[in-house]
């Protein structure tokens, strides 16, 4: 059975370190491990010095205070770290004292913080910018119903008197009918589907299919597959959705820029420790969607999942917003990173986590 203070320490986003006295290491989490690259058993057999750059005054100064008992720890922040390929990494420190035991020591990348403010922030406004969205929907979608009644009950009261009539209420129709259907991609899946235990790739290669019909062999497929990766639950009708509206972008933006030799590459893998929306998960599946095209525009980047955002003449901006409402209900999360020549989209999707035994 795994040690309860061991799961505390590894449940944890940022990485720790527990000392002796002697500055000996004697406890190291998850996230240390992968801060540092070096396991567990590694980081035991190593002294804080080896990890922290003593030469730094304050940082040393402060560290003898708090094994005398006169400070009960300190901050720093831009330490200089060494991991395990004698690569220098900044990080900040906090650190407090064990009393009489040694030292708890807190490492933080400089712009983890930033970072994750910056993914709260800009979740926010697109929940801000859905709800707006969708409230206008309601109201467009109420008087839609009406302008159809009335160009019906025209066209049955007055069709026979005045044949041309129908012309002109077929247009109103069929307009009032176009505008629903868009509103009702705006409001987005009124009511989520059950879930069910499936692959992830089964639900991936569903989509592959649809979309090999579509694109007839004119863009390669790539798939770079994990078949170690466990079954999870998912709302797989929802799940295709999601993933079909990014791959569908993906095509839409190598057919539209005329990329040569055009490439989508699949890829899925495990994830240890992964942060989705603040907070953290022991393990979860990371599913890439990667093209070769031109990329996003910078001045769409931060407002790319809103509704209604699009770099498309004919395009109407609800795939990835539809996408990440759908991926949200899992739990999960979607992030964008685009240059010129390689854009990927990537999919978190968090595993339940196994309970421990009990004795």
Known sequence: MANPAQLTLDSMTTAVLVTGMDLGIRGANLAAQQMFMFSRRRLLSMRLPDLIDMGDAYVMDSIRSCLDGQETGFSAGDVAALTEPGKEIRIDLSVSRLEGT?????????SYRQRLSSEVKQRHQHLAARDLVRSLAHEIKNPLGGI?????LIEMTFGKAAPGIGEYTSVIIEQTDRLAALVNRLLGPQRANPMETASIHYVTQKVLSL??????GKISIRRDYDPSLPDLPLDVDGMQQALLNILRNACQALTESGTSAPLITIKTRACLGAVINGIKHPTAIALSV???GPGIPDQIMETLFYPMVTTRHEGNGLGLSIAQSIIERHGGSIACHSAPGCTTFTVLLPLPQKPYPRN
Do not use: H, K, S, W
């Not at 040694?102 to 400089?110: K, S, T």
């Not at 979309?211 to 007839?216: C, P, S, V």
């Open 290 to 292: 990667t093209d070769n």
């Open 102 to 110: 040694g030292l708890v020591v807190e490492a933080r990348d400089p």
């Open 211 to 216: 979309l090999g019909m579509e694109t007839q």
């Open 148 to 152: 159809r009644g009335a160009a019906q």
